[in-house]
């Protein structure tokens, strides 16, 4: 990979991150290994049932056990728990069921919480779990998103299962598909997905009588903060939210849980510090799942292979009830399914449903990677009908670089990008006429294993989010962020970010940023985060925005210090503000030899012994940004896999990404993101998938069961990036956490299909396990001999 | 990990361990615990003790005793995989010890334990079936062999006895003019087998002498694919092969699972079987 940087700056140097050695180490502070004198923990007992009426909960039997303190029901909770949180009605029509933390008297998934054990260990906690009784009177389940919209599917709330159906409609989408020469009609399906974060969910509450602290393994403590207020009724002043170092999220921290309300509100129960952990099991049946679409998608086109039109169809699976944001995630691939191309019509179509399972939510790319899959699986399908080859087929529809900024079907207007060049460097890199060459030998040859080549382009509307768009949006908060910097006495940087990382290495790059903006050495600048009492404002971190958003803020408040310091210089230096210059980490008196450093200042800021009128004590300042637009990463994704006819197996051989994520902070991270985002992608693909039975119990309760892919089933990948930066911000920067999974998904299943196509096969539904492959080579090859 | 109340004992001898083990029925060996453990953690065993048989001499190391490699129970996968004794008397067993799960669990699980747990799933039992090992019991009554077609009874059952401990497994060694193969079809490299097959095949002239071959995960027991072994014989390396293989699946009750139907892991037994013996027998 190049790397571009410019001399003398922290930007754009791979510079290791701070934050590895200490999480390398064990030296890390997981919300599981705190601990707090007198502490308690506590155990869930969860519903075995899918649907079911809760006729009677008897938790006696626990409460005299050894080193139980306390046993309790949902009717324990009933009139203080409150109802959790959705923040996002997306439609008018939208129906928000009552979500209490704990199932009081109906429970409407596998894993609902139904009663609780504190004790004074866990072991206690768990072997108490096992006395208490609880009755159900069986409901049935609902599985299946279409058969719950019949009239005569039972019903998962009594409203009925549509949470909200919505319809958007841009250009004169039946002059586009009437007499349209080709029309390419395909239903994919989006498996449901487990996000499995390396560490799993973890809460801790307290309380000295007044005031709460809730530590919890979360990405967004400011909004939990606010929602736990809102919730349990307790003042917002006197909650404090802490998330200490989070192992993972991928969205599926970004939520307001049950545990989270629970946990608070037995420590101002019991008095006493309250401690929760969730099992790898606990965690797959309870942590939101994500993705769990049917995307029913149509295109038209024109025999040259130009898009006039395409309508979206979804059904998009809620679960059992609206979290934090579950119905706007399918809404985030609104305007994305349009992606790159140029079209004259687009209609999109959502309809949400409620089932009997774990409610959905936000995983890694959040209805953006659901968009592209659609897209890119059916640009390839075009480009199969056109007998074209489907890079032509996409370059024949896509924005070409000089017609940016460019407003598309769907209303967003892209910024900046260049396909063409992303697409040459991956094409190059990837030798694709050579494999080109191979896939047709192999073709000729017959052999068992078969070649495939997959592409898939993408962009992705990152940098969550234009505050005044959410609000048209009808999303409950603004999507701005705070930063705050403060020169210590002795000239070292601490650093505040309303962001809260679990993982990206914020502290890092931010220190980066500051060390530019401020002329200061990249190993003086400090980060603080996640601790409402430390980082009083923020919107935290998911959809890419961090750096957009979150690393702007910091840029900003560096500004308004170097302003200070600007004025503080010329009282001292004795001359006049303008004739100042700053250059590594120093204001110089123009054309002369005095000069004061930034170090200076802060000691002077510090000491006041002689501060010019107007000039408070203290060399620090704070910004809040709210971007005008969204950032639009985009890139080109190829993959070539072989594909063993006998068994099935899809092996991939070799991986190509070139990502344009704007100006680049750190490579390194930058190509972190990017490895472990095609990780996930390729899990979507090949491996994972939730199942649940026909009685709505979850299969996939273990790792033994839910595959994930590791290093040791995965390619080398190769990537490399191009620059068009982002004109929404100061830094150019986009956002890079999503980009890997957005693309990698379709570029691996085009890549299964394109190996199969001359055996008549035009779809593999996800993932593409070996026996599903198999089993298609087998039709497909029977239908033959017939 | 959070298991059900027990208590631990550490016996510093074979016969007290015995008689720990014969005095309480719900008490269990623990071996390297990684097929244990997890069973406790998901709460679907409630033993009264665990009874560490990590301290036992008789259990350890790899032995060459001449005719055949005495593979003591308490020899990790690790431990077994590299061994110069086990790869040269009995190779098949080194390369489908280093098929096992990942080098965490092959650092830590044991080579009874593999066998004593009895999975069908596990990739040994099919190989120990294939060698015709030997399986050596020890309890308060004394020792006992049980051949390798009677060890395994039933989907996690074993004929190990209450208060019998394995020792070990004495594996013959073949001799000259053999060859092996261990194929293992399975999604992610630390998964368990879809399917699997044991491959030893003899060779003379040209022409195979004898074939035996191992399935893992193809009904409660691993089986043996002995119609194919039989219709092997006397073949020489060709198209015919493939035929032969076509049988491997013959008296076999699949599982269904999350990762694979009946019918598929069949298909999958003879395609692997086909491999296996390729490779085996020394085909281009
Ligand atoms: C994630 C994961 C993946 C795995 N993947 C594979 C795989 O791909 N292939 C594979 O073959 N295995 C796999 N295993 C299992 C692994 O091989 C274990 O090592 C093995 O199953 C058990 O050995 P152990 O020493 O850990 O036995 P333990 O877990 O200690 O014991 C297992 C059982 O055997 C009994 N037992 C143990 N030793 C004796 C003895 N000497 N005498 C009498 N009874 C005894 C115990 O009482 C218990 O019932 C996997 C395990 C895990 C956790």
Redesign the pocket.
Known sequence: MTIQQEAGREVGRPRKRKEDARLLTGRSRWTDNLSRPGMLHVMFLRSPMAHARITRVDVSGARGLPGVVAAFSGQDFAAEQGSLPCAWPVSEDIVIPDHPPMAVSEVRYVGEAVACVVATDRYRAADALEAIEVDYEPLPAVLDMKQALTADSPKVHEAGNKAFSVKINSGDIEAAFRDAPIIIDRTYRQQRLIPCAMEPRAVLADTDGDTFTVWSATQIPHILRVMLAVVTGIPEHQIRVIAPDVGGGFGSKLQVTAEEVLCLLMARKLGKPVKWAESRSEGNLTVHHGRDQIQHIRLAADADGRIRGLQVDLLADMGAYLMLVTPGIPMLGASMFNAIYKMDAYEFGCTGVFTTKMPTDAYRGAGRPEATFAIERVMDELAAELHMDPLEVRRRNWIKHEEFPYTTISGLTYDSGNYEAATDKATAMFGYDKLRAEQADRRDRGDPVQLGIGVSTYTEMCGLAPSRMLGEANYAAGGWEHGAVRMLPSGKVEVITGTSPHGQGHVTAWSQIVADALGVPFEDVTVLHGDTAIAHKGMDTYGSRSLVIGGIAVLKACEKVRDKARKLAAHVLECSPDDLEFEAGAFKVRGTESQKTMQELAWAAFTAHDLPDGVEARLDSDATFDPENYSFPHGTHLCAVEVDTETGMVKIRSYVAVDDVGKVVNPLIVEGQVHGGIAQGIGQALFEEAVYDAEGNLLTTTL?DYLLPSAADLPPFSLDRTESPATSNPLGVKGVGEAGTIASTPAVVNAVVDALRPFGIHDIEMPCTPERVWRAVSEAQEGVRR | MIPAQFDYVRPESLSEASQVLASDEDA???????????LLRLRLAYPSTLVD?GRLPE?KGVHDRGDHVFIG?MAT?DEVMRSDVVRAGCPLVAMAAA???DPA?RH???F???L??A?PA???PAVVLALDGVFVARSAQGEREIPAAEFFVDYWESS?GPGE??AGVKIPKLGEGWGFQYEKFHRTA????IVGVAAAVKRSNGAITEARIGLTNMGPTPLRARATETALQGMELGDQLRQACEEAAADTSPPADLHAQPDYRRHLARVLTHRAVRTAAGAP
């Open positions: 033994a | 269990k060996v623990l071996a390297g615990g990684q097929s244990l453990l997890p048989v259990l129970a996968h098929h096992v799960a669990i830590r699980g044991t009874g334990g593999s004593a747990h999975d596990g990739d040994l190990l401990i394995l630390q998964a368990w087998a």
